[in-house]
T-cell receptor
Framework: QQQVKQSPQSLIVQKGGISIINCAYE??????FPWYQQFPGKGPALLIA???DVSEKKEGRFTISFNKSAKQFSLHIMDSQPGDSATYFC?????????????WGLGTSLAVNP | NAGVTQTPKFQVLKTGQSMTLQCAQD?????MSWYRQDPGMGLRLIHY???????DQGEVPNGYNVSRSTTEDFPLRLLSAAPSQTSVYFC???????????FGEGSWLTVV
C-alpha cells in the first residue's frame, strides 16, 4: 500500500514530441505528489508538484495530470527537447506520526533524440 | 549560495575499511537525510534527522551510522565497507516535513 509504481522504466522521444511518464499509488492517504528531475552526475531537483485537490498543474512545458479516482498521476513534457534528457522520479508524501514520509517511484530514464 | 555540499565526490574503498561521507547545508533546514541510489532501485532512504541530536533509521540503515551534532552537518559513516555498499550516495535537506527536498550532487563510492 506504500508503493508508488512508475512506468515506463525508460523512454525515447523525438525532439518536439510529448513525453509521458505515469505513476500509480494505492494509499489514498498520500496528499502531495512531487516530480523530481535528475541529470547525469547531479542530484535530483524538484521539477513540479501537485496536491490531490487539483486535477492538473502546468509549469511551462511540464504538466502534471492527477486522477484521484484512478489513483494515478502523470508527467507530460510538451515539445520535448534534448536538454530534457534526464531521469524523472515521481513520489508521494504521507503523514507519518509527527513527520512525513516520501515514497519514491523507481525512476524513468528519458532520452530525447535531436 | 552553496545549498547542500557533499564530500568526497568519488571514493574507492577496500572491503572492511571505514570512512565518513560529509554533508553540510547552509539553508538552516531542520530535516536532513541520506539516500543511496542504485540502478533499478531508485532512491532508498538510509537515515534521516529531524533536527540536531535526533536521528532515525530509514529503509536501508544496516552498515551505516549517522549523527547530527549541529543543524548544518549530517555525516554518514560506513563502519566496515562491503561491496554491497558500492553506490551513489545523496545527502538531502528540507525545511519541514512535506517541503521541497534539496539534494547534494552525490558521492560515488566503490568498495572493492
Amino acid at each position: 500500500q506504500q508503493q508508488v509504481k512508475q512506468s515506463p522504466q525508460s523512454l525515447i522521444v523525438q525532439k518536439g514530441g510529448i513525453s509521458i511518464i505515469n505513476c500509480a499509488y494505492e494509499n489514498t492517504a498520500f496528499d502531495y505528489f512531487p516530480w523530481y528531475q535528475q541529470f547525469p552526475g547531479k542530484g535530483p531537483a524538484l521539477l513540479i508538484a501537485i496536491r490531490p485537490d487539483v486535477s492538473e498543474k502546468k509549469e511551462g512545458r511540464f504538466t502534471i495530470s492527477f486522477n484521484k479516482s484512478a489513483k494515478q498521476f502523470s508527467l507530460h513534457i510538451m515539445d520535448s527537447q534534448p536538454g530534457d534528457s534526464a531521469t524523472y522520479f515521481c513520489a508521494a508524501s504521507i503523514r507519518a506520526g509527527n513527520n512525513r514520509k516520501l515514497i519514491w517511484g523507481l525512476g524513468t530514464s528519458l532520452a530525447v533524440n535531436p | 549560495n552553496a545549498g547542500v555540499t557533499q564530500t568526497p565526490k568519488f571514493q574507492v574503498l577496500k572491503t572492511g575499511q571505514s570512512m565518513t561521507l560529509q554533508c553540510a547545508q547552509d539553508m538552516n533546514h531542520e530535516y536532513m537525510s541520506w539516500y543511496r541510489q542504485d540502478p533499478g532501485m531508485g532512491l532508498r532512504l538510509i537515515h534521516y534527522s529531524v533536527g540536531a541530536g535526533i536521528t532515525d533509521q530509514g529503509e536501508v540503515p544496516n552498515g551505516y551510522n549517522v549523527s547530527r551534532s549541529t543543524t548544518e552537518d549530517f555525516p554518514l559513516r560506513l563502519l566496515s565497507a562491503a561491496p554491497s555498499q558500492t553506490s551513489v550516495y545523496f545527502c538531502a535537506s528540507h525545511r519541514g516535513a512535506g517541503n521541497t527536498i534539496y539534494f547534494g550532487e552525490g558521492s560515488w563510492l566503490t568498495v572493492v
